[in-house]
């Protein structure tokens, strides 16, 4: 009856919980306005708009979602002309291949402004612009490829495809693609006539806007977004900024591999102390908060549907089932691969969400396992077994100690052979001996009393009876 009734509670709270997400999802959509007007409240403009899009803080999948949309809301209200204004150090790799594509798709034509750097995937998509812009003292190149931790990979084949990418870039622009190689492949080298500058093998490229303009990489040095405006004639025309919502800004956030394989290893590890070691409620909470933020993240930024958590919250409520309801492992394996696919789903890149998933796996077996080590006494298995113990120093007695028998003599009834029956003073007992036989009516002494157990020996013939 009790384990019936935790698993009618549970699937009870996951059936809320599954409903509370599937009414709550379009909430958030509304509030992280993921496609809000340029200017809330104002008309559309008489005159086309040129519109500003940033290109701060580092590449990824966030960056590629927020691009998206701003570039589909300039199209919609007609610009003359879309300004992306980069500053970057670079990011990932396939996001930037993801943005180029999208920068050299867009019905409007484009600009890129570099006021800061253009580094390593900042350079692609601003060589993916129609035209380069560049602010004195800013610089765009080296985009070399590295890993995680910052060092060069040397895998020929990456740098091959990220050269070859590159050079595509800048020959449908009419750009030097050697140059743009050379900002890639340390062993390239090339020779800049125009600016009387030879890179050497070993060395990136790497060029100011003076450079790039003489080169054939930009086609201005300005100083602010007005020269910019002025040069593509766009004087008299609205300057709309799109920004990203403050949605956006914490989706790109937790979006990065680093934050969701933490979000992942906060929301297994609470999840699996919780049903394990139930009673403090914190862990719970914080699990439950990781997983929903990680979803929250993925589906703001257009990656996960609907469909994605609610295969999560279904592999959780067969979890729960497998708990109270022994299905010799089956839901319980169905109900991980459930949580495992979700997880995966959601994400834009599903390499990259095995991995994180994987690392925060390991992560969390390691935690729970030292969790469970020290508060095992609060498990969810000590429900289900008998732990208590009935013994005779805390005065339990299963049977009546005849201790008052010890060392009384009286008469076998029957044989003891050696188990048998004696009497004395007329009450019956049963009796065993040491492993010797005594025939009926011969004297015998109890020897010992163990609990219900009476052991006695025969009686000396000359003794006293």
Not at 31 to 49: K, L, M
Not at 57 to 71: D, I, M, P, T, Y
Not at 86 to 99: C, F
Not at 317 to 327: D, G, P, Q, T
Request: charged share 15%; aromatic share 8%; with cysteine.
């Amino acid at each position: 009856m009790v384990i019936k009734k935790y698993g009618r509670l549970c699937l009870r709270a996951c059936f809320l919980a599954l409903l509370t997400l599937l009414l709550l999802l379009p909430g958030f959509t509304a509030f992280a306005d993921v496609n809000p007007p340029a200017q809330p409240g104002a008309s559309a403009p008489a005159a086309a708009p040129v519109v500003i899009v940033p290109v701060h803080q580092s590449v990824e999948n966030g960056l590629h979602k927020f691009l998206s949309r701003a570039l589909k809301e300039a199209e919609e209200m007609r610009a003359i002309h879309v300004i992306l204004d980069i500053n970057t150090l670079g990011g990932r790799v396939d996001s930037a291949e993801a943005i180029g594509e999208m920068v050299r798709g867009s019905k409007i034509p484009t600009i890129a402004y570099v006021h800061g750097k253009a580094v390593s995937a900042g350079s692609y998509i601003a060589l993916n612009a129609g035209k380069i812009a560049m602010e004195p003292g800013s610089s765009i190149g080296a985009a070399a490829v590295v890993d995680v931790s910052g060092n060069e990979v040397d895998n020929a084949k990456v740098v091959a495809h990220w050269s070859s990418e590159m050079r595509a870039a800048a020959e449908l622009r009419g750009r030097n693609p050697k140059i743009a190689e050379a900002m890639v492949d340390k062993n390239a080298g090339v020779a800049m006539n125009e600016i009387a500058r030879t890179v050497p093998q070993g060395q990136l490229v790497s060029l100011t806007a003076e450079e790039a303009v003489k080169v054939g990489y930009a086609e201005l040095v300005a100083g602010n977004v007005d020269e910019v405006i002025r040069y593509i004639g766009g004087e008299g025309h609205p300057v709309l900024h799109i920004e990203p919502t403050p949605a956006e800004t914490f989706s790109r956030f937790i979006t990065q591999p680093l934050v969701s394989m933490i979000l992942l290893f906060l929301g297994i590890a609470g999840i699996a102390i919780e049903l394990f070691v139930p009673g403090f409620g914190v862990p719970g909470i914080i699990g439950l908060l990781g997983f929903g933020l990680y979803f929250f993240g993925n589906y703001i930024n257009g990656f996960a549907g609907v469909e994605d958590i609610a295969l999560f919250v279904i592999g959780v409520v067969l979890l729960i089932i497998e708990i109270f309801v022994s299905s010799f492992g089956i839901l319980g394996f169905i109900g991980i691969a459930c949580l495992f696919t979700s997880v995966i789903m959601a994400a834009n890149n599903t390499k990259q969400a095995a991995l994180n998933l994987s690392g925060a796996f390991v992560l969390a077996v390691i935690v729970v396992a030292i969790f469970i080590k020290y508060f095992k006494h609060r498990g969810v298995w000590n429900r289900f077994i008998l732990r208590e113990k009935l013994t005779t120093e805390q005065g339990f007695t299963s049977t009546s100690i005849r201790s008052d028998l010890l060392g009384r003599s009286g008469q076998a009834l029957t044989p003891l052979r050696p188990a048998g029956t004696i009497i004395v003073d007329d009450e019956r007992i049963d009796a065993v001996t040491g492993g010797e036989f005594i025939p009926a009516r011969q004297r015998v002494v109890i020897i010992r009393v163990e609990g219900a157990r009476i052991v006695v020996r025969a009686a000396d013939e000359n003794g006293p009876e």
